[in-house]
Structures are given as C-alpha cells and as structure tokens.
C-alpha cells in the first residue's frame, strides 16, 4: 500500500523500478481524490478480485460538501483458493494548517465517512476478511484513530496491530519542529482476520 503516489504514470515507473530490482508486482489500483497531488495506491502480486474504490465521498464542512482529499481505496485480493483478504486504504487530511477550514475537524469527519464504509463492508459480510492500512495522521488516544477502531463491545471493532521494528519502536513519524515521535501510520483487521495473523513474523 502507498500514501502520496503520484500520477498514474508514476506509479508505472514506480512498478517497473521494482520490477527491475527483483520485486514483481503486476497487478495495481489507484485512486484519484480530490488531492490533484497525492493519491493513495496498492501493488500486488496477488491477483486482485474485486475493486471497489471510491473517489467521491463527501462531508459537510460549514455549509459546504468537502471531499474527502485522497479517497478510499478498496481491493480485494485473492491470497490461495480459499481465502481472500479486503484491503482499504486511506490517508487522511495532514496536520498542516489550511486557511479553508479546521484541520483537526476535516481529518475527523473524513475518519468517519472510512468508518462508515468499513461498517457497510462488514454488514454485508460480517466475516470479511478486512485489513485497513495507511496515514491516519492522528495517535491512537485521538477520535479519528478511536472512531476506526471502535468500542470494545463493537461487532465491527478493528485490531490495532501495533506493528514495532527490531528495536522495539512503534512510532513512524518524527516532527522535528517539536522534537517528537509518533505512531500516525496503522494497520487495522477485523475479528476474522486477527487470528491469521504471525506476529512473530510481522513488523516495521
């Protein structure tokens, strides 16, 4: 999964540099938001099955519809025969300011447009296969990150990871300016998923 890919010829080089390294990922999705920018993307070597990736979700900000900046990404990908894994990604409004609108709040309601999309995929199916990935540009004691993963008793909760590196560190962003470390990039799977999954072969 991918945060700020550029255009899609981009990403073709991108592909076809890996490629040349050694890493072959032939199948490919890429959602244009309204970001004209940054645009969230996925390679894969596994054959992708199902694409249902949205560009046009939209929230009310001061009386006005906002989109949210870069969408949400949503393949399925057929792992064997008999099992499937659905994978959203997103990345939401950075903690840059904006003179339009609040920051915080935009980055908050496009939390929750992800979260409804998640709760309609797992109504459909309660026993999807669901990982979501990517910037959530929040900690996890913030509502954007607590709104997607839910409360405890929540059928739909999502599983925090909480991936660490070999030293143990968890934190994926460095803010200088304040000299701080922090976790705004995650992994979350629904119930059905979290008993696949090999922590000890899992990390940073």
Not at 13 to 19: A, C, E, T
Not at 26 to 37: F, I, S
Not at 80 to 88: G, H, P
Not at 134 to 161: A, H, I, S
């Given at each position: 999964?991918?945060?700020?890919?550029?255009?899609?010829?981009?990403?073709?080089?991108?592909?076809?540099?890996?490629?040349?390294?050694?890493?072959d990922?032939?199948?490919?999705?890429?959602?244009?938001?309204?970001?004209?920018?940054?645009?969230?993307?996925?390679?894969?070597?596994?054959?992708?099955?199902g694409?249902?990736s949205?560009?046009?979700?939209?929230?009310?900000?001061?009386?006005?519809?906002?989109?949210?900046?870069?969408?949400?990404?949503?393949v399925?990908?057929?792992?064997?025969?008999?099992?499937?894994?659905?994978?959203?990604?997103?990345h939401l409004?950075?903690?840059?300011?904006?003179?339009?609108?609040?920051?915080?709040?935009?980055?908050?309601?496009?939390?929750?447009?992800?979260?409804?999309?998640?709760?309609?995929?797992?109504?459909?199916?309660?026993?999807?296969?669901?990982?979501?990935f990517?910037?959530?540009?929040?900690?996890?004691?913030?509502?954007?990150?607590?709104?997607?993963?839910?409360?405890?008793?929540?059928?739909?909760?999502?599983?925090?990871?909480?991936?660490?590196?070999?030293?143990?560190?968890?934190?994926?962003h460095?803010?200088?300016a304040?000299?701080?470390?922090?976790?705004?990039?995650?992994?979350?799977?629904?119930r059905?998923?979290?008993?696949?999954?090999?922590?000890?072969?899992?990390?940073?």
């Open positions: 999964g991918i945060m700020e890919m550029g255009d899609e010829t981009a990403l073709e080089d991108f592909q076809r540099r890996l490629k040349a390294s050694g890493l990922y032939p199948n490919r999705e890429w959602v244009r938001g309204a970001d004209a920018d940054r645009h969230l993307a996925l390679l894969s070597r596994f054959p992708i099955v694409r249902n949205r560009d046009d979700v939209t929230f009310e900000m001061n009386g006005s519809r906002v989109r949210v900046g870069r969408g949400i990404l949503d399925t990908v057929k792992l064997s025969e008999d099992y499937s894994l659905r994978l959203v990604g997103a409004k950075s903690r840059r300011e904006i003179p339009e609108f609040d920051q915080e709040v935009m980055r908050a309601k496009e939390a929750r447009c992800l979260r409804e999309h998640l709760n309609a995929v797992l109504k459909a199916n309660p026993v999807e296969n669901l990982l979501l990517g910037d959530l540009n929040d900690t996890k004691n913030e509502y954007p990150v607590k709104e997607l993963t839910g409360q405890l008793k929540d059928p739909f909760r999502m599983k925090d990871l909480s991936l660490a590196d070999r030293s143990g560190y968890r934190w994926t460095y803010w200088s304040a000299d701080i470390y922090s976790r705004i990039d995650y992994m979350l799977v629904s059905s998923v979290w008993p696949d999954i090999n922590m000890r072969r899992s990390g940073l």
